[in-house]
C-alpha cells in the first residue's frame, strides 16, 4: 500500500528558529498533499492544502507568512515554521492520496515540535 | 462539509465486536463516507470508505442507512490494538478535504 514517510519524527527548537519539517509519497505521486496540526486532546485541524508547482491553498486563520508550504516534486512536501514560539508546539501531520487507487488518504506518522 | 455526531467514547470486550455509530444527517448526494482511525501519537490510519451500499475489506464493515444519514463501522472482532479514536468523515470530490470532528474513542478490554 502507498506510504508516507515524514521526517523528523520529533523537533525540539529554540523561541525564534525556524523548523522545516518534510512529507514525502514514498511508492507514488502526489499532486496534492494536506498539512494538519493537533494540540493535545484535541482532533486534527487542517491547516493548508500543498499543491505541486503552485502556491499552497491555506485554512482561515492560518498564517501564510508564518507556515511556509512548498511542494516542489511530486513526493515531497515541506512545511517551514518560520520564527516559532512556544505557542507552536504541536503534533504536525501530512497526508497524501494516490489516484490510482480507489482508497482513502494516506497519513504520515507525524511529527512532535516543541519550542522552548 | 456535512457535520457529524459520534459518541465520545465506547467500551468493547476484546473478541467481541465493536459496532461504533455516526450521524450525517446533513451529507451531501456526491459524498462519500470515510472511516479513519487513530491510535494515540500516531498518524490516522484508513479503514473503509462507501458511498451508499455497505462495503467491507480485510479490516471493517460498512453500514450506511438507505436515507445516508447515518453508518455503522463493524469491527467483527475486537483486538486491543483496535484501541483509537475513530473518525466519521463524509468527504466527496476529485480533490477533498478531509474535515476531522471530534470522533469516538473506542476502548477495547481485555
Known amino acids: 500500500g502507498a506510504v508516507v514517510s515524514q521526517h523528523p519524527s520529533w523537533v525540539i527548537c529554540k523561541s525564534g528558529t525556524s523548523v522545516k519539517i518534510e512529507c514525502r509519497s514514498l511508492d507514488f505521486q502526489a499532486t496534492t498533499m494536506f498539512w494538519y496540526r493537533q494540540f493535545p486532546k484535541q482532533s486534527l485541524m487542517l491547516m493548508a492544502t500543498?499543491?505541486?508547482?503552485?502556491?499552497?491553498?491555506?485554512e482561515q486563520g492560518v498564517e501564510k507568512d508564518k507556515f511556509l508550504i512548498n511542494h516542489a516534486s511530486l513526493t515531497l512536501s515541506t512545511l517551514t515554521v518560520t520564527s516559532a514560539h512556544p505557542e507552536d508546539s504541536s503534533f504536525y501531520i501530512c497526508s497524501a492520496k494516490e489516484n490510482s487507487v480507489n482508497y482513502g488518504y494516506t497519513f504520515g506518522s507525524g511529527t512532535r515540535l516543541t519550542v522552548v | 462539509d456535512a457535520k457529524t455526531t459520534q459518541p465520545p467514547s465506547m467500551d468493547c470486550a476484546e473478541g467481541r465486536a465493536a459496532n461504533l455509530p455516526c450521524n450525517h444527517s446533513t451529507i451531501s448526494g456526491n459524498e462519500y463516507v470515510y472511516w479513519y482511525r487513530q491510535i494515540h501519537s500516531q498518524g490516522p490510519q484508513y479503514i473503509i470508505h462507501g458511498l451508499k451500499n455497505n462495503e467491507t475489506n480485510e479490516m471493517a464493515s460498512l453500514i450506511i442507512t438507505e436515507d445516508r444519514k447515518s453508518s455503522t463501522l463493524i469491527l467483527p472482532h475486537a483486538t486491543l490494538r483496535d484501541t483509537a479514536v475513530y473518525y466519521c468523515?463524509?468527504?466527496?470530490?476529485?480533490?477533498?478535504?478531509?474535515?476531522f470532528g471530534k470522533g469516538t474513542l473506542l476502548t477495547v478490554n481485555p
Open positions: 468523515i463524509p468527504s466527496g470530490g476529485s480533490n477533498y478535504k478531509l474535515t
Open positions: 500543498s499543491n505541486e508547482g503552485s502556491k499552497a491553498t491555506y
